[in-house]
């Protein structure tokens, strides 16, 4: 089975994730733009019961551009967001890309919140793109 595991920027909060990510997911919003410092963030989701972490977390709450609220985990040593829990999809767990520092992992699948992205960020093709939110998996 496959494990990926992310990090921190000084290692005390890491992240095991268990066999393939449900999705790979880029976001344009503006608030994942104040959360990553970029232009974009990229968030892997994997299946609660796929992931482990180890060690502490600071915990900050916010309501998402969605209407939902994400819980969102920090190291508290380093201050790195390295994971959080959005309650629109209370079955995931959303874990930063770069976390993995994988140059191998799997490419997003999908971009959402478009309407609020850079017009200069250009994605590839097999990227599905959509203006808001994609609709629920069923």
Same mark, same amino acid.
């Given at each position: 089975?496959?494990? &990926?595991?992310?990090?921190? &920027? !000084? *290692?005390? =909060? #890491?992240?095991? !994730?268990?066999?393939?990510?449900?999705?790979?997911? =880029?976001? &344009?919003?503006? /608030?994942? /733009?104040?959360?990553? +410092?970029?232009?974009?963030?990229?968030?892997?989701? @994997?299946?609660?019961?796929?992931?482990?972490?180890?060690? $502490?977390?600071?915990?900050?709450?916010?309501?998402? $551009?969605? *209407?939902?609220?994400?819980?969102?985990?920090?190291?508290?040593?380093?201050?790195?967001?390295? =994971?959080? @829990?959005?309650?629109?999809?209370?079955?995931?767990? *959303?874990?930063?890309?770069? +976390?993995?520092?994988?140059?191998?992992?799997?490419?997003?699948? /999908?971009?959402?919140?478009? #309407? #609020? *992205? &850079?017009?200069?960020?250009? =994605?590839?093709? /097999?990227?599905?793109?959509?203006?808001?939110?994609?609709?629920?998996?069923?």
């Amino acid at each position: 089975m496959t494990r &990926h595991l992310a990090r921190c &920027h !000084c *290692g005390a =909060l #890491e992240v095991a !994730c268990e066999g393939e990510p449900r999705k790979v997911s =880029l976001c &344009h919003c503006e /608030q994942c /733009q104040r959360r990553t +410092g970029s232009a974009f963030s990229v968030a892997v989701f @994997y299946a609660r019961e796929q992931v482990a972490v180890r060690g $502490a977390t600071s915990s900050f709450m916010r309501p998402s $551009a969605s *209407g939902f609220e994400v819980d969102f985990r920090f190291c508290p040593a380093c201050g790195s967001n390295l =994971l959080w @829990y959005p309650a629109r999809m209370p079955a995931l767990v *959303g874990v930063a890309f770069g +976390g993995f520092a994988d140059r191998d992992f799997p490419m997003p699948d /999908q971009a959402v919140w478009a #309407e #609020e *992205g &850079h017009d200069w960020v250009g =994605l590839p093709d /097999q990227v599905t793109s959509f203006a808001r939110n994609p609709p629920p998996r069923r």
